[in-house]
């Protein structure tokens, strides 16, 4: 178990680091493409490879996200109640969550086979297959699914959840 639990962890920190390596290339391409004009060249499908890693940066990152307590909660609820029923509201909420978030998976991965059946590109510039960029959502979402599914079953067998609030960030306005 010990294992599963470190290979699990280091999936979700290697989708964070993915995220920011996505949120780096927006930066690069917006770097490229003011050098771009400023020279007089162009830079074809810049705005949408930056959509693209927008798109890879927010999907990637939800599951560490989740874990380091950044998703918004409802937690005023949570502390009003006593310990047994705040259990069974997380248990209930961590349910639905996860049992949405496969359902989209599911519909995901078709939707992105069907792109690459079909040979799907971007209208823009581009020319992109679009079954690239709809992997890294679909990777996203994946990883998202699984962290969901680790914490219902943490909450249930366990009693908490592995959600770890990094106090000192949230009393610097974060």
């Given at each position: 178990?010990i294992?599963?639990?470190k290979?699990l962890?280091a999936?979700y920190?290697a989708?964070g680091?993915?995220a920011?390596?996505?949120?780096?290339?927006?930066?690069?391409?917006?770097l490229v493409q003011?050098l771009?004009r400023w020279?007089?060249?162009?830079f074809?499908?810049?705005p949408d490879?930056?959509?693209y890693?927008?798109?890879?940066a927010s999907f990637?990152?939800?599951?560490?996200?989740?874990n380091r307590?950044?998703?918004?909660r409802?937690?005023?609820?949570?502390?009003?109640?006593?310990?047994?029923?705040r259990r069974?509201?997380?248990?209930?909420?961590?349910?639905?969550?996860?049992?949405?978030?496969?359902?989209?998976v599911?519909?995901a991965?078709?939707?992105v086979?069907w792109?690459w059946?079909?040979?799907?590109v971007?209208?823009?510039?581009?020319?992109?297959?679009?079954w690239m960029p709809q992997?890294l959502?679909?990777?996203?979402?994946?990883?998202?699914a699984?962290?969901?599914?680790d914490n219902?079953?943490?909450?249930?067998?366990?009693?908490?959840n592995r959600?770890?609030?990094n106090?000192?960030d949230q009393?610097?306005?974060?």
């Amino acid at each position: 178990m010990i294992a599963l639990r470190k290979s699990l962890d280091a999936l979700y920190t290697a989708a964070g680091v993915l995220a920011a390596l996505s949120l780096i290339a927006i930066l690069l391409l917006i770097l490229v493409q003011m050098l771009a004009r400023w020279t007089g060249e162009v830079f074809p499908g810049a705005p949408d490879y930056a959509g693209y890693a927008m798109a890879a940066a927010s999907f990637l990152a939800f599951a560490n996200a989740l874990n380091r307590g950044s998703h918004i909660r409802v937690s005023i609820v949570l502390n009003a109640l006593g310990p047994t029923a705040r259990r069974w509201l997380d248990i209930w909420c961590f349910a639905i969550a996860t049992a949405v978030m496969w359902y989209f998976v599911y519909y995901a991965q078709r939707f992105v086979f069907w792109s690459w059946k079909f040979g799907d590109v971007s209208q823009g510039q581009d020319k992109t297959p679009l079954w690239m960029p709809q992997g890294l959502m679909l990777l996203g979402a994946v990883i998202l699914a699984i962290a969901l599914t680790d914490n219902l079953l943490h909450l249930i067998l366990k009693g908490e959840n592995r959600i770890h609030r990094n106090l000192h960030d949230q009393a610097s306005g974060e």
